[in-house]
């Protein structure tokens, strides 16, 4: 059985840095000087040769933050706020249009700290001081 090699299968391997004669001497298909051409050079990742990278170049951009801000309700527009005689989430709801993302409530206004008694949920809170 003689088996041989499909033609064109198989090249020689590129000896690399044997004389000028080769073809692949001198600098031994490494190009130039410098850094590159050093044995154990490693880029780094988005490296622009010294150059200020893209990354660092462009401005920062997005945050979301894990903190929910409540949604604010401004009592001295929205009087029917004041008429209800507790002052939970759902009884807001029943007043005013509130998103269904909606879990806290801020009551802001000039008048909101006299409602401070009436309200029974600890997600609504009031601003002013007690």
């Known amino acids: ?3 041989t090699k499909a033609k064109g299968s198989t090249r020689k391997i590129k000896r690399i840095g044997r004389g000028q004669g080769s073809g692949m001497g001198k600098t031994a298909t490494k190009g130039g000087k410098g850094q590159t051409a050093r044995k154990g050079y490693n880029e780094k990742r988005g490296f622009e040769g010294g150059q200020q990278p893209l990354q660092r170049r462009l401005p920062k951009v997005g945050f979301n933050s894990r903190v929910q801000k409540p949604y604010e309700i ?8 004041a008429t209800l005689s507790e002052i939970t989430l759902s009884s807001l709801k029943e007043v005013y249009k509130l998103p269904k993302s909606v879990s806290k409530v801020k009551l802001i206004g000039k008048s909101a700290k006299d409602l401070a008694s009436k309200i029974k949920d600890e997600n609504i ?3 002013g001081k007690e």
């Open 125 to 127: 809170s009031f601003s």
């Open 74 to 81: 401004n009592v001295e527009k929205v009087k029917a706020v």
């Open 1 to 3: 059985m003689n088996l």
